[in-house]
């Protein structure tokens, strides 16, 4: 026990400057493809403590991003990202929205062992009431309309948490250790780039974690495993039609608007499945310009979600199907652009039941069952198959929290115990699956 008494030491050691990282990372949050300085600070403290750092192209395949902005927008949020305090150097590895970093740690011939981090915030207002303790406090976000309302600043924390520790402990280490630190979770848009790019081949244990709220579980710290998270499709779609006037020529346009209002009515009209819990939903639709005006265009964004990856399928064809048909019903055109996606994802049991083992041999309180349903869609399901279908075994665990309010609420914030508990998790973890003594 003496390497994990060490461990445990050393988490307790770094919380105020974790805490006092997590709030830099909350005050300066940055959303998917725009975490520049969040990006460059992380790739600063990795090669500060002597890991071996990617960043840019060697990260995430480009052509396998989902969800980018356009050009413009990218360059003023890395113009952004240099005036609010992005590391000169590594910061310029960023531009064109190539975030993210890994960081390697190879401690000799053994197994391979990757650890995700999300870094990225929500597209989300962040509230200003007097009791919202980020704001009370003075660091709240300053970007309008990003918020880290997920707790992805406490993610990229502990990771830098667990870069520390596991550097101190890597004398007792044999394997390669991967951190990676993943841009673009929220609309999951980023794992599937940094599989393609290959981070994930020959890695023989995956380990993802999320702060989730412990109501139900007040005196636990820790869920070891997850399952039955939804794969999800999320798609752009534009009808493009034919603009006349309403009154003089209705009959010489082409409606937009009523091909993706016959779209809207059929898409929540596609038939359940009996395999499974299917989902569509329509989650903006904008059309028209005036009164007078047929309208020649119309923007929605939708996403479809599956109980597993066959069954968001079904429902993701069938979608678009209904979009051709409708676009063609009424003499339109139809594009549509996937945005994010995620597979579903389920835990490896037997990897979820030996970290319980470790866990409750370190004096961690695990909940009962060995598995939390996960509930939503993670991305971190593309690393996970990677991983798992190649003979590798992953979990995602859950790390339990109080929250102020759940995710994705502009009030989020969690209790900041979660980034010390977060370090001991992952390295304890770490050091069972890559130690050289019994010690």
Same mark, same amino acid.
């Given at each position: 026990?003496?390497?994990?008494?060490?461990?445990?030491?050393?988490?307790?050691?770094?919380?105020?400057?974790?805490?006092?990282?997590?709030?830099?990372?909350?005050?300066?949050?940055?959303?998917?493809?725009?975490?520049?300085?969040?990006?460059?600070?992380?790739?600063?403290?990795?090669?500060?403590?002597?890991?071996?750092?990617?960043?840019?192209?060697?990260?995430?395949?480009?052509?396998?991003?989902?969800?980018?902005?356009?050009?413009?927008?990218?360059?003023?949020?890395?113009?952004?990202?240099?005036?609010?305090?992005?590391?000169?150097?590594?910061?310029?590895?960023?531009?064109?929205?190539?975030?993210?970093?890994?960081?390697?740690?190879?401690?000799?011939?053994?197994?391979?062992?990757?650890?995700?981090?999300?870094?990225?915030?929500?597209?989300?207002?962040?509230?200003?009431?007097?009791?919202?303790?980020?704001?009370?406090?003075?660091?709240?976000?300053?970007?309008?309309?990003?918020?880290?309302?997920?707790?992805?600043?406490?993610?990229?924390?502990?990771?830098?948490?667990?870069?520390?520790?596991?550097?101190?402990?890597?004398?007792?280490?044999?394997?390669?250790?991967?951190?990676?630190?993943?841009?673009?979770?929220?609309?999951?848009?980023?794992?599937?780039?940094?599989?393609?790019?290959?981070?994930?081949?020959?890695?023989?244990?995956?380990?993802?974690?999320?702060?989730?709220?412990?109501?139900?579980?007040?005196?636990?710290?820790?869920?070891? &495993? @997850?399952?039955? =998270? $939804?794969?999800?499709?999320?798609?752009?779609?534009?009808?493009?039609? +034919?603009?006349?006037? #309403?009154? /003089?020529?209705?009959?010489?346009?082409?409606?937009?608007?009523?091909?993706?209002?016959?779209?809207?009515?059929?898409?929540?009209?596609?038939?359940?499945?009996?395999?499974?819990?299917?989902?569509?939903?329509?989650?903006?639709?904008?059309?028209?310009?005036?009164?007078?005006?047929?309208?020649?265009?119309?923007?929605?964004?939708?996403?479809?979600?599956?109980?597993?990856?066959?069954?968001?399928?079904?429902?993701?064809?069938?979608?678009?199907?209904?979009?051709?048909?409708?676009?063609?019903?009424?003499?339109?055109?139809?594009?549509?652009?996937?945005? &994010? @996606?995620?597979? =579903? $994802?389920?835990?490896?049991?037997?990897?979820?039941?030996?970290?319980? +083992?470790?866990?409750? #041999?370190? /004096?961690?309180?695990?909940?009962?069952?060995?598995?939390?349903?996960?509930?939503?869609?993670?991305?971190?399901?593309?690393?996970?198959?990677?991983?798992?279908?190649?003979?590798?075994?992953?979990?995602?665990?859950?790390?339990?929290?109080?929250?102020?309010?759940?995710?994705?609420?502009?009030?989020?914030?969690?209790?900041?115990?979660?980034?010390?508990?977060?370090?001991?998790?992952?390295?304890?973890?770490?050091?069972?699956?890559?130690?050289?003594?019994?010690?």
């Amino acid at each position: 026990m003496q390497i994990t008494e060490k461990i445990i030491t050393q988490a307790e050691a770094l919380q105020p400057e974790m805490v006092a990282q997590r709030r830099d990372f909350h005050k300066y949050a940055e959303s998917g493809w725009f975490e520049m300085r969040t990006t460059s600070i992380i790739a600063r403290k990795l090669t500060e403590l002597g890991y071996e750092v990617l960043t840019g192209e060697d990260v995430c395949d480009r052509d396998a991003r989902m969800g980018v902005a356009d050009d413009a927008t990218l360059d003023k949020q890395y113009e952004r990202a240099i005036a609010q305090g992005a590391d000169p150097e590594f910061v310029q590895a960023t531009r064109g929205g190539m975030t993210g970093a890994i960081g390697i740690l190879r401690c000799g011939e053994g197994p391979t062992v990757a650890l995700r981090f999300d870094i990225d915030a929500l597209g989300v207002i962040e509230s200003q009431d007097a009791d919202h303790r980020p704001f009370a406090e003075g660091w709240n976000s300053v970007n309008p309309g990003m918020m880290h309302a997920c707790g992805h600043d406490g993610h990229a924390t502990v990771g830098l948490g667990v870069a520390k520790v596991l550097m101190d402990i890597k004398e007792h280490l044999r394997g390669t250790v991967k951190l990676i630190f993943q841009p673009a979770e929220e609309g999951v848009r980023g794992a599937k780039s940094i599989v393609a790019k290959g981070h994930l081949n020959g890695v023989d244990y995956l380990l993802g974690t999320h702060v989730t709220g412990n109501t139900k579980y007040p005196n636990c710290m820790v869920c070891p &495993g @997850a399952k039955d =998270s $939804l794969a999800t499709s999320k798609y752009d779609v534009i009808f493009h039609g +034919k603009s006349a006037h #309403a009154g /003089g020529s209705p009959n010489g346009g082409n409606n937009a608007m009523l091909a993706a209002a016959t779209a809207v009515l059929n898409l929540q009209a596609i038939p359940r499945h009996g395999g499974g819990a299917t989902r569509i939903n329509v989650g903006k639709l904008v059309a028209g310009s005036g009164r007078n005006v047929i309208c020649d265009e119309a923007f929605m964004e939708i996403e479809t979600r599956g109980a597993n990856t066959e069954l968001n399928t079904y429902v993701e064809n069938y979608a678009l199907r209904i979009l051709e048909n409708a676009a063609a019903m009424h003499g339109c055109t139809v594009e549509y652009k996937l945005m &994010g @996606a995620a597979e =579903s $994802l389920t835990s490896d049991v037997s990897l979820a039941q030996r970290l319980r +083992k470790v866990w409750e #041999a370190a /004096g961690f309180t695990l909940t009962e069952e060995d598995m939390m349903t996960a509930g939503g869609s993670e991305d971190f399901s593309y690393m996970m198959n990677a991983v798992q279908q190649q003979g590798g075994q992953a979990t995602f665990f859950r790390t339990l929290t109080k929250l102020s309010a759940g995710a994705h609420n502009r009030r989020f914030d969690f209790d900041e115990v979660f980034l010390q508990n977060g370090v001991k998790l992952f390295c304890t973890a770490v050091y069972d699956l890559l130690k050289t003594t019994t010690k």
